[in-house]
């Protein structure tokens, strides 16, 4: 459901995503390069006390970092103007199909759940969009460009590397594979909160009428309490996770450090280059934290675009009469 509803909304702005891809290359191929110029700085010109090195070295890491950072801000200009004009798109589709839907469609819906999935299912789908096209592009060709390069710098050490990613991806997997059915869960919620409130808004009269504002402020608080139990149980999860990638990256820098050092002590590797592996390990877990922020966001955008498409495929049983 998800990918068919970006395929199809998503192929007007393909130039757009054309361009994420290319300056998202050109930004991470800049960032994996910058690891290795200081390192060849440590072991070439401060170990030698080459100041000449030193400064040409150095003017080529100022040049990479401003192509580096020049590339990421056009990267994320484009994939904003994408994500944005998906969001809209779709807002206008599904206005359009629920705006020709008769009696029956709509009391089939609700009106509450309609306007919760033209809102706030399409700015999930939204977010998706322009998270995917930020992170999720960059995250494999860091993660594998990372690794590349780290192997170079020391394959002594690449052990590390195959030991702290799939530790950091079970972990957080776990954590996330726990998401989806309380992502369902909330939107199902906003459709009930909205529901209430429209009921109170709509009814106001008769509620003064008849003295009900207690019943219904007792209604409302009841819907209010059950979406936010649901948002306890996720940002419980959330604030679970940065202890696990903290714990994680911080022991695979103590490891590296630890090993590293008696390599070095060894003479079988130079302080620049254990350097540029430490960076290149850092880099590498932070892609595939990106990627699992990532796939955090998918399941809850999965359940809204299967309630998008859900209006979409719904065709009214009445149409109008065709004009002559």
């Not at 007792?218 to 149980?233: E, P």
């Not at 877990?285 to 998008?308: C, K, N």
Request: glycine share 8%.
């Amino acid at each position: 459901m998800l990918l068919r509803l970006l395929r199809t909304h998503a192929r007007p702005y393909l130039p757009w995503v054309v361009g994420v891809l290319v300056f998202q290359l050109i930004s991470t191929i800049a960032t994996l390069s910058l690891p290795s110029l200081n390192a060849r700085i440590i072991d070439n010109g401060v170990t030698k006390g080459d100041t000449d090195y030193i400064w040409s070295t150095g003017a080529v890491m100022l040049a990479v970092a401003l192509v580096q950072v020049v590339s990421a801000v056009v990267a994320v200009w484009c994939g904003a103007r994408t994500a944005i004009g998906v969001g809209r798109d779709l807002r206008r589709s599904v206005f359009l199909r629920v705006g020709s839907f008769s009696a029956r469609e709509v009391g089939s819906f609700g009106a509450p759940s309609l306007i919760t999935r033209n809102t706030n299912d399409v700015q999930q789908i939204q977010m998706l969009t322009l998270m995917a096209l930020n992170f999720m592009v960059m995250a494999p060709i860091m993660c594998v460009g990372g690794i590349i390069m780290a192997l170079r710098e020391d394959p002594g050490l690449s052990w590390l590397v195959w030991v702290s990613i799939p530790v950091m991806g079970v972990l957080l997997g776990l954590v996330v594979s726990r998401l989806m059915p309380w992502f369902r869960t909330m939107q199902e919620r906003i459709d009930g909160i909205n529901g209430v409130l429209r009921e109170q808004i709509t009814g106001i009269r008769v509620i003064r009428a008849f003295v009900k504002e207690p019943f219904e402020t007792r209604r409302f608080a009841r819907a209010n309490q059950d979406i936010t139990d649901i948002s306890l149980k996720i940002g419980a999860l959330f604030v679970l996770m940065f202890p696990v990638i903290n714990m994680v990256m911080h022991l695979a820098t103590a490891a590296v450090l630890w090993f590293g050092g008696q390599r070095v002590d060894q003479g079988q590797i130079e302080v620049g280059a254990l350097t540029a592996f430490l960076q290149y390990m850092l880099q590498i877990l932070m892609a595939v934290m990106m990627a699992t922020f990532m796939f955090m966001m998918v399941p809850r955008a999965v359940v809204s675009a299967e309630r998008i498409t859900e209006v979409l495929d719904t065709h009214p049983a009445m149409h109008p009469p065709q004009r002559s």
